[in-house]
């Protein structure tokens, strides 16, 4: 499977990679090394040694430098090896690894797969919410799946699941399936926007209206490439203005594993009583519990019953909360085969990149 190149994946959230901790995680089926340098900045190196391509994780940080665990080169935050233990010490010819930019943002470390020079962190969307929010109104967690990500990207696209999947716990009554979403792209996005008047209030925002069950509700979702996704959901007596109601805004960021398995990144941060410490807890293990026992198994069942054959090339059944999914697929490939073609133009190497790690 092609998985983009050029654009930035989120790996960890900050507190994953402590300090004085080797971290390994695969990306984009690429085993990958994470470390923090006393500095502060967090390094990742592909995560095989090039003399006998033991993993380096098994090794160990010598300040800056990890240590192979196996024969003792030592390779610095750039990738070159920058020490040898055998012999006189000289550097051994091609003894380097490839590197990749890393920055720390919204909580979270990213990290761009492509050729480093094109690594502009700006291109990361602005989710600066998640660091500016009271911490008793926030949460984020972490959630390995085993489904290809755009399988779990259609989830969050087609909230129309939520009225089955999650009928115990937000109590949609088939209202969102009910609902013709406004799709829209705006450059790179993809957004998807219901509006449900006059229907039963979802169960985390039921508490706010104990004089009835009946509000004006919205679910806005904003995909960014390569599998990032903003929701906003809120809710307001009906006929009033949204700014009386209340409020939330949660990230779903997909970033693959391998062409099965998926790591899926969440956050959310709740605009009402938002020094509540004991409702923040309280949400936060009502929403796990939905996406472990409810999204989760479900997305993993649908990777086992597809097996190795794509989605698209089964020629699926559509209904009517496709809509923003199939924009999102198109809009990814129209992407991969941009890629695709400037990397046969560029004679330069592999993915365009330059030789430099
Ligand atoms: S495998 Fe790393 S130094 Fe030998
Ligand atoms: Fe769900």
């Known amino acids: 499977m092609q998985f983009l190149r050029n654009a930035w994946y989120i790996v960890a959230w900050e507190d994953e990679i402590s300090p004085d901790t080797l971290f390994p995680r695969t990306i984009l089926s690429e085993p990958i090394l994470f470390y923090r340098t006393p500095s502060g900045e967090i390094v990742a190196l592909s995560d095989r040694c090039p003399h006998r391509f033991a993993p380096l994780h098994l090794g160990r940080l010598v300040g800056d430098m990890v240590q192979c665990g196996y024969h003792g080169l030592c390779f610095g935050p750039a990738g070159d090896c920058v020490k040898s233990p055998h012999g006189d010490g000289k550097i051994p010819h091609g003894a380097k690894v ?19 020079d094109g690594a502009d962190p700006n291109a990361i969307p602005d989710y600066s919410f998640l660091t500016e929010a009271h ?6 967690g972490y959630l390995p799946t085993a489904c290809n990500y755009q399988l779990a990207t259609d989830n969050i696209m087609d909230l129309t699941h939520a009225d089955y999947i999650h009928v115990g716990s937000l ?4 209202a969102i399936a009910r609902t013709k979403a406004q799709v829209r792209e705006e450059g790179a996005s993809v957004h998807c926007d219901w509006w449900l008047p006059g229907s039963h209030v979802i169960g985390v925002f039921k508490p706010n209206f104990p004089g009835g069950d009946i509000v004006d509700q919205w679910f806005e979702v904003s995909w960014t490439p390569p599998a990032l996704m903003l929701l906003r959901a809120g809710a307001t ?9 209340v409020n939330v805004s949660a990230v779903h960021l997909m970033t693959p594993e391998t062409e099965t398995t998926t790591h ?3 956050g959310s941060v709740r605009y009402y009583q938002e020094d509540n410490a004991v409702l923040n807890q309280h949400i936060r293990a009502a929403v796990v519990a939905a996406f472990s026992t409810q999204d989760k198994p479900m997305l993993e069942a649908q990777q086992q019953s597809l097996g190795t054959t794509d989605l698209l090339s ?18 990814l490939q129209r992407l991969l085969e941009t890629e695709s073609q400037e990397s046969a133009r560029n004679t330069r190497g592999e993915f365009g990149f330059s030789g430099r790690v």
């Open 314 to 331: 089964l020629r699926p059944v559509a209904l009517l909360g496709d809509v923003g999914g199939f924009r999102v697929r198109h809009a």
């Open 171 to 174: 109590d949609t009554r088939g």
């Open 237 to 245: 007596l009906p006929g009033r203005p949204r700014e009386e109601g």
């Open 98 to 116: 490839r590197r990749y930019p890393t920055v720390r943002r919204h909580k979270a470390v990213w990290m761009w797969a492509g050729d480093p």
């Open 264 to 266: 899926y990144f969440f």
């Open 135 to 140: 911490p008793n109104s926030m949460f984020t």
